[in-house]
C-alpha cells in the first residue's frame, strides 16, 4: 500500500505563524524527504461553514489565500495533491456513515471540540455540522488511507476519535479503513505557540497572530506589542522566560546562526534566557532581536507568494486539477467502504 499524507487547514483566514510552526513546516519537511508516496492537502471549505455558514463569501475568499500561503512555504503542486474539501462529495457520503459509529455524548466529550465551543459561546444552540466536525475529520483522513497525519498538539483528540471509528467500522465489518497516526513537529516548543497577547493559542478569530503574508512592519510591530513578562517591570528586574511568548516564539525558530548575525554578544539562547532570568536586559532588545529572526524566516515565504500572487489563474487551476484526483481516490475508497457494508446493492452479486 502507498505510504499516505493527509493534511489541511480550515479557509477562514490567512495562516500564522502557529500554523507554520505547529504543521506547514513539518509538512515541507515530509514533501522533501520522498519517504511518502502521496501527499494530500485539503482546503476545508466544508468544516469552515460549520460554523461560519452566515458568511460563505468570507471561505471562498479566504480559499485562494490559504493554496498562496501553502505554496509560499514551498509546497510543491508536482509532489502534493491540493485540493477542496467541498469538491469532493464522497467525503459527505463517508461522514454519513461513520455518524452511526459514535454517539452524541463522545462527540460533547472531545476536548478540542468544547474548547472550541467554548472560544465560540456555543451552548445548546451549537450547530450539528460543528459538534460532527470529528466525523468529518474522520472522513477526510480514511477517505485517502493515510496513515500519517501531521497535525498540532490541539489536534490530537480529534485525531483519536478518527482512529476510534476506524476501529469501530473494521471491527463491525471487516479490515478496511486505514488506522492513522499522527506525526508531532519535533521542537516541542513549535507544537503550540502562544498568541502575541499571551493567551495560550493563536487563533484568527482572536486576532493575536503574526501571519506569513505580514509585511516586515507590520511583523515588527506586532513583536513590539507582544505580551512579556508582567513581572519585568524594569531592564534590571529578574525575568522569567516560562510563559514568556517573546522567548516562546525563540524557542520555536532562533538558529544558532541568528546570533551571530543578529545579536552577537550571545552565543545561544540559553546564554540570553539566563541573562534575561537573573537581571539586567529589557524587553526591548529582546523582541528586536525576535523581530530579526521572524523576519529572516518570513522574507523568503513572503517572496514566494508574491511570485504566486501574479497568477493566481494557475493557482486555481492546482486546486482544479488536485480536487478531480483527490475525488477518484476518495472513490475508491466510498466503494470499498460500501462492499465492507454490503450496501453496493447493484455491483457484483445484486440484492440477493
Same mark, same amino acid.
Given at each position: 500500500?502507498?505510504?499516505?499524507?493527509?493534511?489541511?487547514?480550515?479557509?477562514? +483566514?490567512?495562516?500564522?505563524?502557529?500554523?507554520?510552526?505547529?504543521?506547514?513546516?513539518?509538512?515541507?519537511?515530509?514533501?522533501?524527504?520522498? @519517504?511518502?508516496? /502521496?501527499?494530500?492537502?485539503?482546503?476545508?471549505?466544508?468544516?469552515?461553514?460549520?460554523?461560519?455558514?452566515?458568511?460563505?463569501?468570507?471561505?471562498?475568499?479566504?480559499?485562494?489565500?490559504?493554496?498562496?500561503?501553502?505554496?509560499?512555504?514551498?509546497?510543491?503542486? %508536482? /509532489?502534493?495533491?491540493?485540493?477542496?474539501?467541498?469538491?469532493?462529495? @464522497?467525503?459527505?457520503?463517508?461522514?454519513?456513515?461513520?455518524?452511526?459509529?459514535?454517539?452524541?455524548?463522545?462527540?460533547?466529550?472531545?476536548?478540542?471540540?468544547?474548547?472550541?465551543?467554548?472560544?465560540?459561546?456555543?451552548?445548546?444552540?451549537?450547530?450539528?455540522?460543528?459538534?460532527?466536525?470529528?466525523?468529518?475529520? %474522520?472522513?477526510?483522513?480514511?477517505?485517502?488511507?493515510?496513515?500519517?497525519?501531521?497535525?498540532?498538539?490541539?489536534?490530537?483528540?480529534?485525531?483519536?476519535?478518527?482512529?476510534?471509528?476506524?476501529?469501530?467500522?473494521?471491527?463491525?465489518?471487516?479490515?478496511?479503513?486505514?488506522?492513522?497516526?499522527?506525526?508531532?513537529?519535533?521542537?516541542?516548543?513549535?507544537?503550540?505557540?502562544?498568541?502575541?497577547?499571551?493567551?495560550?493559542?493563536?487563533?484568527?478569530?482572536?486576532?493575536?497572530?503574526?501571519?506569513?503574508?505580514?509585511?516586515?512592519?507590520?511583523? /515588527?510591530?506586532?513583536?513590539?506589542?507582544?505580551?512579556?513578562?508582567?513581572?519585568?517591570?524594569?531592564?534590571?528586574?529578574?525575568?522569567?522566560?516560562? +510563559?514568556?511568548?517573546?522567548? %516562546?516564539?525563540?524557542?520555536?525558530?532562533?538558529?544558532?546562526?541568528?546570533?551571530?548575525?543578529?545579536?552577537?554578544?550571545?552565543?545561544?539562547?540559553?546564554?540570553?534566557?539566563?541573562?534575561?532570568?537573573?537581571?539586567?536586559?529589557?524587553?526591548?532588545?529582546?523582541?528586536?532581536?525576535?523581530?530579526?529572526?521572524?523576519?529572516?524566516?518570513?522574507?523568503?515565504? /513572503?517572496?514566494?507568494?508574491?511570485?504566486?500572487?501574479?497568477?493566481?489563474?494557475?493557482?486555481?487551476?492546482?486546486?482544479?486539477?488536485?480536487?478531480?484526483?483527490?475525488?477518484?481516490?476518495?472513490?475508491?475508497?466510498?466503494?470499498?467502504?460500501?462492499?465492507?457494508?454490503?450496501?453496493?446493492?447493484?455491483?457484483?452479486?445484486?440484492?440477493?
Amino acid at each position: 500500500m502507498k505510504k499516505t499524507i493527509l493534511t489541511g487547514d480550515r479557509p477562514t +483566514g490567512r495562516l500564522h505563524m502557529g500554523h507554520y510552526a505547529g504543521s506547514l513546516k513539518m509538512r515541507v519537511g515530509l514533501q522533501d524527504s520522498d @519517504e511518502y508516496d /502521496r501527499i494530500l492537502i485539503m482546503i476545508a471549505d466544508a468544516q469552515a461553514l460549520t460554523d461560519n455558514f452566515d458568511d460563505p463569501e468570507k471561505i471562498r475568499r479566504n480559499i485562494t489565500e490559504v493554496a498562496l500561503d501553502y505554496l509560499a512555504v514551498g509546497l510543491d503542486p %508536482a /509532489r502534493c495533491t491540493f485540493f477542496i474539501q467541498s469538491q469532493v462529495p @464522497e467525503l459527505c457520503e463517508l461522514s454519513f456513515y461513520y455518524l452511526n459509529l459514535v454517539t452524541v455524548s463522545r462527540l460533547y466529550r472531545n476536548p478540542t471540540v468544547k474548547t472550541e465551543m467554548q472560544l465560540r459561546g456555543f451552548d445548546s444552540s451549537i450547530p450539528a455540522g460543528f459538534l460532527c466536525y470529528p466525523v468529518s475529520q %474522520a472522513a477526510d483522513i480514511t477517505a485517502f488511507r493515510a496513515a500519517t497525519v501531521p497535525v498540532g498538539e490541539d489536534q490530537l483528540p480529534m485525531l483519536e476519535q478518527t482512529r476510534e471509528i476506524v476501529r469501530r467500522f473494521n471491527a463491525l465489518y471487516g479490515e478496511t479503513l486505514t488506522e492513522p497516526e499522527a506525526q508531532l513537529a519535533e521542537n516541542a516548543a513549535s507544537r503550540r505557540l502562544p498568541g502575541t497577547d499571551g493567551r495560550a493559542k493563536m487563533s484568527k478569530s482572536l486576532g493575536n497572530c503574526i501571519y506569513l503574508a505580514d509585511s516586515a512592519e507590520a511583523v /515588527r510591530q506586532k513583536v513590539m506589542d507582544m505580551f512579556t513578562d508582567p513581572l519585568h517591570l524594569k531592564v534590571s528586574d529578574p525575568g522569567h522566560v516560562e +510563559g514568556n511568548p517573546v522567548f %516562546a516564539y525563540l524557542d520555536a525558530f532562533c538558529r544558532e546562526e541568528h546570533f551571530a548575525e543578529f545579536l552577537p554578544e550571545y552565543r545561544s539562547l540559553d546564554e540570553l534566557k539566563a541573562h534575561y532570568t537573573r537581571g539586567g536586559l529589557g524587553d526591548m532588545k529582546v523582541k528586536r532581536f525576535l523581530s530579526a529572526v521572524i523576519e529572516a524566516e518570513l522574507a523568503p515565504i /513572503r517572496a514566494r507568494r508574491q511570485e504566486y500572487e501574479k497568477d493566481i489563474g494557475a493557482v486555481t487551476d492546482i486546486l482544479k486539477k488536485g480536487s478531480v484526483r483527490a475525488r477518484e481516490l476518495a472513490a475508491q475508497t466510498l466503494s470499498d467502504v460500501k462492499r465492507a457494508m454490503r450496501i453496493d446493492y447493484f455491483d457484483g452479486a445484486g440484492l440477493c
